[in-house]
């Protein structure tokens, strides 16, 4: 017999334009070149872009498990199901790294049962939520950030190392159209309680002392209507003197269009949303005198798209209560973390997300302690200890779909890779179908 002669590997492929959701930036200019049936490089991608894509975990764990032992889908899409109809008070919580498709299937498999609907939000940028819906926002895109953004003060936030590519696609380094030579033509500020990687790359630092960002952006607001303040009072409420501040406001106003970025070292910080709240309201009383807009710095995963679903779906962004068959807002009484530190779910659905980064002792020992199912695309702490627990495609590498930038804007996922695995949609789809055939039975 003839000698058989070996096969050739196929030559690497590229999926161009991919978009990553390694970090709120959402680049979708990444190029990955696929080599093998996996990822295995992703050009242009910041090492956490690099992270996300070529980290993936495997897709061939087992689909589903039930009490930790290995069952099939169906059984587990059924148990799912008995789950949630018996429950009288179900938690859904999670939605961090998945379509906005599944976050809809997601809020309204919530609708069905009759639960609560509560994002990562309420634990990182809640505080901003609640100070956005009592002093509204003046924002932009961040495309206008790019091309037309003079002066970029970056507030309570270090995005050389939470958005590395910020700086070059959106506020520092972009020519834009009004920013004809780019960092030249821009003036940045960096405000924070000590000097980080992206304070080395400001025209001006303020270290500001913890926990007085909120006497900070009142004096800055007092300033903005011309009142005149007394130099020792603002010494010791903010800990920079009165010149320090004076000095940032006449750049304010001469700005032909300024943008504050903030982050949760502003939110999370003491005071919460009533930080949040004094810099949105500095930001709307800026346009009395010039271009001015602010704009939160977002996470990884698609948090902003679970908002903007939840708020198209039920009128707010988190912390939405639908046991009464409709809407209802309180963050604290209603937020997931909450809820099951007070002993109050009775089941839990937790899509994408290990609630071992966003949960207190006793919510993770209460949500142990009752039936929870989850929905992940890797292995964690979280899916090892639930009831059931389905193993799904990744969003944006296995399925496609839509996710949101940190400044609203959908993008779609264009997917590099098969994978044997159903994703997160088809999932709650399928669960939710078997809730209603429960109902249903139960009622006749």
Not at 293 to 314: F, I, Q, S, Y
């Amino acid at each position: 017999m003839p000698d058989k002669k070996p096969s050739t590997p196929a030559a690497p492929s590229i999926v161009a334009d991919v978009a990553c959701t390694g970090c709120g930036c959402v680049c979708d200019d990444i190029d990955l070149v696929v080599e093998s049936g996996r990822i295995a490089e992703a050009r242009r991608a910041c090492t956490l872009g690099e992270a996300w894509f070529i980290g993936q975990a495997d897709p061939s764990p087992p689909a589903c498990l039930i009490e930790g032992q290995q069952a099939e889908l169906a059984d587990g899409i059924d148990r799912a199901a008995q789950i949630l109809a018996s429950a009288r008070y179900p938690l859904f919580y999670g939605l961090r790294h998945t379509s906005s498709e599944a976050q809809q299937a997601a809020a309204s498999l919530a609708d069905v049962v009759g639960g609560i609907l509560d994002t990562p939000t309420s634990t990182h940028h809640g505080p901003w939520g609640v100070s956005f819906q009592g002093v509204g926002e003046v924002t932009s895109s961040l495309g206008e950030v790019a091309n037309r953004g003079d002066l970029i003060i970056f507030w309570g936030v270090d995005p050389v190392v939470s958005h590395p590519r910020h700086f070059e696609r959106y506020s520092l380094f972009p020519k834009g159209m009004f920013v004809p030579r780019g960092r030249q033509d821009r003036t940045v500020v960096v405000v924070d309680v000590e000097r980080t990687a992206s304070a080395d790359e400001a025209d001006l630092f303020l270290e500001v002392p913890r926990h007085r960002d909120f006497e900070a952006l009142w004096t800055l607001r007092a300033l903005a209507a011309d009142c005149q303040l007394e130099p020792q009072q603002v010494l010791e409420a903010t800990g920079r003197p009165l010149a320090d501040w004076q000095n940032l406001m006449d750049r304010m106003k001469r700005a032909r269009f300024g943008v504050i970025f903030f982050g949760t070292g502003l939110a999370m910080t003491e005071g919460k949303h009533l930080n949040s709240e004094a810099l949105l309201a500095v930001v709307r009383e800026m346009n009395a005198h010039t271009r001015f807009v602010a704009k939160t710095m977002r996470g990884p995963g698609n948090v902003t798209g679970a908002e903007n679903v939840l708020a198209w779906r039920t009128g707010f962004s988190f912390a939405v209560n639908l046991a009464r068959g409709y809407p209802r807002f309180n963050p604290g009484e209603y937020s997931a973390d909450d809820v099951l530190a007070r002993g109050e779910a009775d089941a839990a659905v937790i899509v994408q997300c290990d609630v071992s980064e966003d949960f207190g002792d006793q919510a993770r020992r209460h949500l142990a302690a009752i039936p929870h199912v989850v929905i992940d695309h890797r292995p964690t702490e979280t899916t090892r200890a639930a009831t059931v627990a389905f193993h799904t495609a990744t969003a944006g590498i296995h399925t496609g779909g839509t996710v949101y930038r940190m400044d609203d804007v959908p993008l779609p996922l264009r997917p590099a890779l098969a994978s044997p695995l159903e994703g997160d949609l088809e999932i709650l789809e399928r669960i939710e179908m078997r809730v209603r055939q429960l109902q249903s039975s139960a009622a006749s």
